[in-house]
């Protein structure tokens, strides 16, 4: 069975950091692009960062940028997402995603992990 599985999340304080994994089982994701989103209760999903297969090409949404880092492991076929300066406005259920083409559209991605709960307090 083809499934993507986050850890990593937690609660920490404002200002502290938490380090995501997305480890990837059943299928080989080495030539995927891969992101990062993020649903906070009563809101929609958002893009947080995606990255090329290569990891050559990085983007990030606007109010992650100079805090949170993106990377990954195709040897280990795992996704990693640093998130430092926390905020309580991060504070959401983070999924990792993959999908053939470089996007920031949800909809395009074809899978989905079930989801890390991050927490962040004031």
């Known amino acids: 069975q083809v499934s993507l599985v986050e850890s990593g999340g937690g609660l920490v304080q404002a200002g502290g950091s938490l380090r995501l994994s997305c480890a990837a089982f059943?299928?080989?994701?080495?030539?995927?692009?891969k992101a990062w989103f993020r649903q906070a209760p009563g809101k929609e999903r958002e893009f947080v960062a995606s990255i090329r297969w290569n990891g050559v090409m990085t983007y990030y949404a606007d109010f992650v940028k100079g805090r949170f880092t993106i990377s990954r492991d195709n040897a280990k076929d795992t996704l990693y997402l640093q998130m430092n300066s926390l905020k309580p406005e991060d504070t959401a259920v983070y999924y990792c995603?993959?999908?053939?083409?470089?996007?920031?559209?949800?909809?395009?991605?074809?899978?989905w992990g079930k989801g890390t709960q991050v927490t962040v307090s004031s």
């Open positions: 995603a993959a999908a053939r083409s470089p996007t920031v559209r949800p909809g395009e991605y074809e899978y």
């Open positions: 059943g299928h080989t994701f080495t030539y995927y692009h």
